[in-house]
């Protein structure tokens, strides 16, 4: 019994090896026409030179599947175009780029993963609308989420990291974007040219590299962003030649600039937290704004106890002036005689970026001592009273 | 031994050294304090770097007033030349101060930070890194206050000379730099910026602190390179040989100025 056991295990385990460690080489792209259904069933394609995926016509569906590209392929694994296309659960290890949409309408991609080489992009939107994104996993390519053109489109929970830029947004209009994590890019995510895009409950941290940003904004109108976290960047937020941009309850902490502001004007930065980072915020020509209701980690005195305070945070454009003129003094943010140097200069409010009434901030004290802090710290003391007694050459 | 033993007991008795204790004390707790209320675990925040800061605008001040002082009352009231009757070298005089003034300095910077540290919860790591930094700024204003103390020969001098010193060097170098170096071309901006760098120990530890306490990216692109090797250990090595290598020709600086450096014959 025990024998026929062991040989209905063996056989079991053997066959589901079998299946995991073959892949199905394509000789040609598989055409998925309307309202077609292909269920991959978890089994994996293998393409050369060409798509191994093509969806057209309408409400095409493709779930299930597993692609992996040739190296230095430099087509798309997945080519869609069309309408109501659905793909569900499909994971790429692509060379080329992994998904490419374009000339769609409401193709809706759920739960896909894709793992490049940095060559080329993860996901592909060109002159596409309402295509709906969620739950996308891609590191390691160029652009994370690359988007030209089109409109409507809403990105929900995308998760991009090792990449160029975790997003990429090029003139597209009306595009959501809900609950990113974008992490260890060069740029979080870059909105170029763009019109009404919403940003928010975003965790967008650590990008590397001299130039790291988290989220970077230029051209771009009527832009929203809002409660996302912004930590551990060289640059928070940089916005340039952006009109109409709202920062609204977004914590922007730890980053070496919290704001940066070129030419950005109509905006409304209301209660957001800037708290952690080595400068706030540093602008130029970025005066006609609504600011309201930061905290700036500046000095605040709140006298009537409502949790502003009456002592104004202003900046003034010298710092961005200066790194912006010379690139090359940027090694002395942070020096003390530019401290000075800061409070010293006092531009026209008409050219500084003033907050009337920054929210006020409170320290906070925990305990942390130990016993070997505190046997330390009385081993010096003791060192010290006995270090003091007279002892003179005789 | 027993001269630096005897120097290193005088130099623990001196009432300056509680107001150091207080004020360093302070600075941590109240700039740790506002570092603990962040609403995200940043790994570096403003707070290591408004310490550095704060370290960096301060700790120069009082070392470079009291070093200069110290040296300029001993000229001022003549006590050097009775020292000069012991029959060992003028520099080893001023290295056994300046090495009894620094152990000294080190244990009260210690106390503040293990103190401060009872309250602020920050990492072991950047503890280390910004009282490796205090300790650097002190050993170079140590050495240059004992210089400028000997030059100054009067209190009155000793205390203006190391005021203007602080001033040009801590306060006014952003200014000279950005004065200069607007000037030079592009292509040499950088690297006269880090010859300038390594001319000014102050601002080569700020630097350098900064740096190891956030990351190499930490003042831009341009010196991504300067800065990454900066964070490996032969950068910390370059860096800490500079500064010492500074405070040595300064203090044998104040060796010839004393006495036109003659060895007591």
Known sequence: MKRILSCILFFCCFTQVEAEEHSIPLTEPIVIESNEHVDGDGKTYTSCGHPAFIMRGTGAVLERVSVQQCENDDVPAIQVSGLGHQLLDVSIESAGTGLLIEDSYGVRVTRMSIDGNGQADGMVLLDSEATELRGVVVKRVRDGIYIENGSRHTIVRPVVSHSRYGIHLMFPTDVVISVPELHHNLTGAMIMGTNRVVLKNGNVHDQFGGTATGLMLYEAIDTTIEMTNVSGNHIGLFAEQSVGTILERNTINGNDIGFQFKQATGMMILQNNLLGNREPVTMVESHDNVVQGNVWGGTTLDLDRDGYSEVPFQTEPYLFLLTDSYEALELLYGSPGLLLLENILRSPNDVSLTDLSPQTYTARWEWNGSIWNLGSIILLIIIWIFGRKRHEIV | ?265
């Open chain 2, 1 to 265: 031994m027993s001269l630096w033993r005897m120097e290193w007991a005088r130099s623990l008795r001196q009432r300056e050294n509680y107001v150091f204790l207080v004020i360093w004390i302070l600075t941590l707790v109240l700039l740790g304090g506002l570092g603990q209320a962040l609403p995200v675990a940043a790994d570096y925040t403003n707070v290591s770097a408004t310490l550095i800061t704060v370290l960096g605008l301060l700790l120069p001040l009082f070392i470079l007033l009291t070093t200069a002082l110290h040296w300029g009352q001993e000229q001022e009231s003549k006590r050097l030349n009775l020292l000069s009757t012991f029959t060992y070298p003028k520099w080893k005089l001023i290295l056994v101060r300046f090495s009894s003034f620094l152990v000294t300095q080190g244990l009260i910077l210690l106390l503040a930070f293990l103190v401060a540290s009872l309250v602020v919860g920050q990492s072991g790591e950047t503890w280390m890194i910004l009282f490796s930094y205090a300790i650097g700024l002190t050993i170079y204003a140590t050495a240059l206050g004992t210089l400028l103390g000997l030059i100054a020969r009067k209190r009155i001098r000793a205390m203006l000379l190391a005021f203007l010193t602080w001033t040009i060097l801590v306060l006014l170098w952003p200014t000279l730099l950005v004065t200069i170096v607007s000037w030079l071309p592009y292509g040499m901006q950088v690297n006269a910026m880090i010859v300038a760098l390594f001319l000014n120990g102050f601002d080569l530890m700020r630097v350098w602190a900064s740096t190891i306490v956030s990351s190499s990216d930490v003042f831009g692109d341009v010196y991504l390179h300067l800065l990454n090797w900066m964070h490996r250990p032969i950068g910390y090595a370059g860096v800490w040989l500079s500064l010492l290598t500074a405070s040595g020709f300064l203090l044998s600086l104040a060796s010839t100025v004393m006495y036109g450096g003659n060895r007591h014959d």
